[in-house]
């Protein structure tokens, strides 16, 4: 079994990468504007200084300010909810955990709600902004109800779900009362997962945060691993379970919360790739994290390439594409484990 990790993580690591750039590389092309994979080549060589596009300036802004940041976002999107689905699973002992479970999505939505509706911040909020305050307002809530119960893993579960209703309560309130129906169609897209109206401000700032999270998350791999055995094997292994559980949690939820702000809730991708990926390279967390990220990546690039152009010149929400997958697949995984057992 160890073996076969190894294995599955080298094919995964060795061409991953190059499936990845390939998967980008392609995916901007499709769409209304006749764009080769040479133009796209040499529109980020002109724009790094390495040379002339040849290219109109039209072409130009469809590569470089729509599709690209755009598609760089699905990618960086869904590694970090693959990476963010594996660390919550870890953490909580639960197959079924993903980076949703926090109620996080649903306070990003109320902070969302409060700022296009509401009008809170008079301008001077975004919506993006909204989001992740409404998201951490939701993880904190989470934290003290949890640590108030006694701060267990079902507590942690308990406090998210607690926390996941009363924000998507306080959501709908906001919406039947006070939005007209364009906003309660703007909004219920954006909830459902969007990647429109990306810019390099939400890429460079998403790509930041997975990386500063990538590599606390490298340093804890052995504590994760001593996880997934319980707590009380964790502590034996000489983990210090509350203080290390407490730093991966809180920056899985801002992980999270810096996603969903940028592109909406997207269901599935931190439930589904983690399972896949953990079939190919084993459970060890050194080779499952960058693993799940990587798969998590090219997964998204062409599910937000699928939601764009299926139904062309209308865009469907990602999150309603990662849905008609990943149910699917996951009763696929249930059904392998249940044969397995």
Request: charge should be positive; charged fraction near 10%.
């Amino acid at each position: 079994m160890a073996r076969a990790g190894v294995r599955g993580a080298a094919v995964l690591w060795t061409g991953g990468p190059a499936l990845l750039l390939l998967s980008t590389a392609v995916a901007i092309t499709i769409g209304p504007a006749d764009i080769a994979v040479g133009n796209v080549v040499a529109v980020v060589a002109e724009h790094i200084g390495l040379g002339e596009s040849g290219l109109s300036p039209i072409r130009d802004g469809i590569v470089w300010d729509l599709r690209l940041p755009r598609t760089l976002l699905a990618a960086v999107c869904g590694a970090g909810l693959g990476m963010c689905g594996v660390i919550m699973q870890s953490l909580l002992r639960n197959p079924l955990a993903d980076p949703f479970v926090l109620g996080i999505s649903s306070g990003a939505s109320t902070g969302a709600v409060l700022v296009v509706i509401l009008g809170i911040g008079s301008g001077a909020v975004s919506l993006s902004a909204g989001a992740f305050l409404g998201a951490l307002c939701s993880f904190a809530l989470v934290l003290l109800l949890s640590h108030a119960v006694g701060g267990t893993t079902d507590r942690v579960i308990l406090a998210g779900v607690a926390a996941m209703q009363l924000f998507s309560s306080l959501t709908s309130f906001i919406v039947m009362s006070s939005a007209n129906a364009e906003q309660t169609r703007g909004v219920l897209f954006w909830l459902l997962g969007s990647l429109s109206g990306t810019s390099w401000f939400h890429v460079g700032l998403c790509a930041s945060v997975l990386g500063a999270v990538l590599l606390v998350c490298a340093a804890k791999a052995t504590a994760l691993d001593a996880f997934t055995f319980g707590h009380d094997a964790a502590a034996s292994l000489g983990v210090s379970v509350a203080r290390t559980r407490l730093l991966l949690l809180v920056v899985t939820a801002l992980l999270t919360a810096t996603l969903v702000s940028a592109a909406g809730a997207i269901g599935f991708v931190g439930l589904v790739l983690p399972h896949i990926a953990r079939a190919i390279v084993g459970p060890g967390h050194r080779r499952l994290l960058p693993s799940t990220a990587l798969a998590g990546a090219v997964f998204l690039v062409w599910v937000d390439t699928a939601a764009r152009t299926v139904l062309t010149p209308q865009e469907l929400p990602v999150g309603v594409v990662t849905s008609l997958i990943g149910v699917p697949v996951f009763v696929f995984i249930l059904y392998r484990s249940r044969k397995v057992r």
